[in-house]
């Protein structure tokens, strides 16, 4: 599966650059994670690298397919400079090593939760997962293979997180559109629910 790892680090600096710094984390258990940073001008751009080697596999199904099934790396922006987004590192590497951990499918509408605050003083210990193709472009495989979806993660608030528990994502995303919500802030206060 290294070769599939080439592949979607190529695809990460053909869209994002040159990383300047990457970090690995092995959680017990489960293949390496490493979470690579790119720097662009004032936003700071984290992604994983590492969970797309395996597909994700159907909690229901008794055996997992070793080659077919949904694959996906996590990209998360930030704005720098404003906090010490950098010890999201070991957060974000959790998050990706979700589905061999719990065995989940993490898909585009989905709320992550770390349990803890991203990084120091955050005011988010989830994520809403969002929809792929837009920073960077699905890597195709070869047949049977499925392709990488990079998943974009929307930092939310405890209080955001339990709105989209009941009016569901997109109500979020459409809350948070129409309040002109900066989710690139790593210190923004919680959009206004009422």
Known sequence: ???????????????????????????????????LRFVDGDLVRYATL????????????ALADPVKGPRAELVL????????????????????????????VVAPGASLDVGDPLWPGAPFSSVLVAESGGLVEDLELDEPMDPVRFLPLLPMTSNEAAWKR?????????????????????????????
């Open 50 to 61: 590492g969970m797309s080697a395996q597909p994700m596999a159907d909690p229901t199904s």
């Open 77 to 104: 922006t930030v704005r720098g400079g404003l906090a010490d987004t950098d010890k999201v590192l070991r957060p974000l590497a959790v998050l990706a090593a979700t589905p061999q951990v719990e065995g989940v």
């Open 1 to 35: 599966m290294g070769e599939v790892l080439a592949l979607v680090e190529a695809r990460l600096r053909t869209a994002l650059g040159e990383p300047d710094a990457r970090a690995a984390v092995t959680f017990l258990g489960t293949d390496r994670i490493e979470v």
């Open 166 to 194: 009941v009016h569901g994502a997109k109500a979020l995303e459409e809350r948070w559109l129409a309040k002109g919500t900066d989710l690139r802030d790593p210190l923004r206060r919680s959009v206004d629910l009422d």
